[in-house]
């Protein structure tokens, strides 16, 4: 029923697009995984605050002071979304990507990085310059704690580990990444559980929250991680900003991300001729040059509008809205639905399958060219995830597409189909019958 979740109507319900049968339909965006479309409400605060619009933390005038304003109470708006600790730091970055990557470059010498397998590619690959354990696959919630658990145990001593009194101990500083909703299976990570394996060990951990966040409260205090990553465009928001919210140490003893103004905060000549600059130590340290405000804003707008309506309205219709989509996909043979937790998991919006005796890409392209249904297809940029999951041969794959699997062979890629607010019973009942 669309009025349960009137106040979190998004933008493009009323876009058709051409069928190859002819005619028009008005599109289905089933890919919210990739992109929510933004909230109307969002969308509106936006152009409400688009006139008044001007330079940030820079400006003497009355519009610069306005938006100075409006920069950093979405900050606070950000953080108390998260429910994060009153000393924690939010910087705004331009997605989970840089969230993630930013994280990576604050890293203290000699940190162990402990991520599963099944990550998406945003939080396996970012540690380049760290010694990193890779998890192999849980099959339950209870083995990713075990798995952790067992890693961090048998992790090496640090080499200078005698210097070091963090809460690292004897083993130098380690940072656990997980993900808290799968972007493939839409299955829910046991946070809080990992986050304590963590702390037991002397580690700590960031949430991937980007595919938890828009479908579920996420509290930092709650949870007890260090910190927390989301991306704006996925949050009902426009693209080109993000969040990395937590603890402020590393981010205040790591060299700034971005070398710029903004994030200095006296720059002078040397009698050598060189320059001596002092960084800021607060979240400006990483927000060099002139900050995604409107990003910024919209994420705070989208972060209310949430709030508002209320997680308890978001779920239940969720609820509704994932069990017309298994019950309908469970009623076709040729359906195979790829999960790690199996049927019992909790999960999101998010669901990836497989239909026998079909290539994945050309089942959504027609999904869109018949149905006017958009859904992603492929490896959704967790390959070693998919490849688990699809149990395919990883020689034979190419980047975030796959080639085409030959007659009588596996499929080597999948569809995903994903949801959340605003999405209309009739777009996964459409989804469902298309599938059919
Ligand atoms: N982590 C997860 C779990 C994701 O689903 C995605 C996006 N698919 C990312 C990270 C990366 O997000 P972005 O592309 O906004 O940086």
Redesign the pocket.
């Known amino acids: 029923d669309q009025s349960v979740c009137a106040p979190l109507a998004v933008l493009g319900r009323d876009v058709t697009v051409p069928l190859v049968t002819g005619g028009e339909v008005t599109y289905a965006a089933l890919d919210y995984?990739?992109s929510a479309p933004a909230l109307q409400r969002v969308w509106d605060d936006v152009a409400a605050y688009a006139p008044y619009y001007g330079s940030v933390h820079r400006g003497a005038g009355y519009l610069s002071q306005l938006s100075t304003d409006l920069f950093e109470n979405a900050r606070r708006t950000v953080a108390e979304f998260l429910d994060c600790r009153s000393d924690d730091q939010l910087v705004f970055t331009?997605?989970?990507?840089?969230s993630?990557n930013l994280l990576a470059a604050t890293l203290p010498a000699d940190c162990q990085v402990f991520v599963f397998e099944t990550?998406?590619h945003?939080?396996l690959l970012p540690w380049r310059d760290a010694r990193v354990t890779y998890l192999n696959a849980p099959r339950t919630p209870e083995q990713a704690v075990a798995t952790l658990e067992r890693a961090l145990a048998d992790r090496d001593p640090s080499p200078s580990s005698r210097l070091r009194s963090s809460r690292g101990g004897p083993y130098g500083p380690a940072l656990v990444c997980v993900?808290g909703?799968?972007?493939v299976t839409g299955e829910l990570w046991p946070v809080r559980e990992l986050a304590a394996a963590a702390h037991a060990h002397g580690a700590r951990i960031v949430l991937?929250a980007?595919?938890l966040a828009p479908h579920h409260p996420v509290s930092v205090r709650d949870l007890d991680v260090d910190w927390v990553v989301f991306?704006g465009?996925?949050l009902y928001a426009p693209f080109g900003a993000?969040v990395l919210a937590g603890r402020a140490d590393w981010l205040r003893e790591a060299d700034p991300y971005l070398a710029g103004g903004g994030a200095s905060r006296k720059v002078s000549r040397r009698e050598d001729g060189g320059v001596d600059v002092e960084w800021h130590d607060t979240a400006a340290r990483h927000e060099a040059g002139s900050p995604n405000v409107i990003g910024a804003y919209a994420i705070a707008s989208a972060c209310k509008a949430l709030t508002e309506a209320g997680f308890d309205t978001l779920v239940a219709r969720e609820r509704h809205l994932i069990d017309t989509v298994r019950a309908g996909l469970a009623g076709v043979p040729e359906v195979r639905v790829l999960s790690l937790f199996g049927d019992d998991a909790a999960r999101v919006g998010v669901i990836s399958f497989v239909v026998e005796g079909w290539n994945s890409s050309h089942f959504a392209a027609a999904l869109s060219a018949e149905y006017g249904i958009g859904v992603r297809d492929g490896l959704?940029?967790a390959h070693p995830l998919v490849r688990t999951l699809l149990g395919s041969d990883p020689q034979t794959q190419g980047e975030c597409g796959a080639p085409e699997a030959a007659p009588g062979e596996k499929s080597l890629n999948a569809i995903r189909v994903s949801f959340g607010a605003g999405t209309p019973d009739e777009h996964v009942e459409r989804f469902v019958t298309a599938v059919k």
């Open positions: 995984a990739a331009r997605s989970t990507t840089d993630l990550e998406h945003a939080s993900t909703a799968s972007n991937d980007a595919q991306s465009h996925k993000g959704f940029c």
